[in-house]
């Protein structure tokens, strides 16, 4: 795992999305919102993925990609956005490979059973900089928090 904090350079990816594949040098000179989610068609996954399809427009107008990442397929990322007509850009990461390489596989808890799994957590990117990370996301507002650090750029 690289250094994954604030002031530092982004790790590097390129991923599969259904609109094909995007890399980190595919926003150089702009900003970037990559977000990761524990999986498609859950609770908090789909509130998360909605408050970001409703500020969209907002978040585009103030020159920003936002971009979902889970271990999630592209199929199942497919029926996700078709069935909650989402707008945000969904990537696959099967193996965890770039999930890790930001420091979001960690050691989770539920019932007193400890296992693997992925923070919810987003990176706000700029010109290849991590400008500000959430880890531990709480759903509710956290959309409209991360548009507001963006237009405060």
Do not use: N
Request: one cysteine or more; a neutral charge; glycine letters at 8%.
């Amino acid at each position: 795992m690289t250094d994954v904090t604030e002031g530092t350079a982004a790790p590097d990816f390129s991923l599969p999305t259904a609109e094909g594949p995007v890399t980190l040098a595919d926003f150089a000179g702009k900003t970037l919102v990559l977000y990761f989610y524990p999986k498609d068609d859950t609770g908090g996954c789909t509130k998360e993925a909605q408050e970001f399809t409703v500020l969209l427009p907002e978040f585009t107008k103030a020159g920003a990609t936002i971009l979902g990442v889970s271990k999630d397929s592209l199929a199942s990322h497919k029926k996700f956005t078709a069935k909650y007509d989402l707008s945000v850009q969904l990537g696959s990461d099967p193996e965890g490979a770039l999930i890790e390489r930001y420091g979001a596989w960690v050691e989770k808890s539920l019932y007193g059973r400890k296992y693997m799994g992925i923070d919810r957590s987003t990176y706000l990117i700029k010109d290849g900089q991590l400008v500000r990370i959430w880890r531990k996301v709480r759903v509710p507002s956290h959309a409209q928090q991360v548009l507001d650090a963006v237009l405060a750029l």
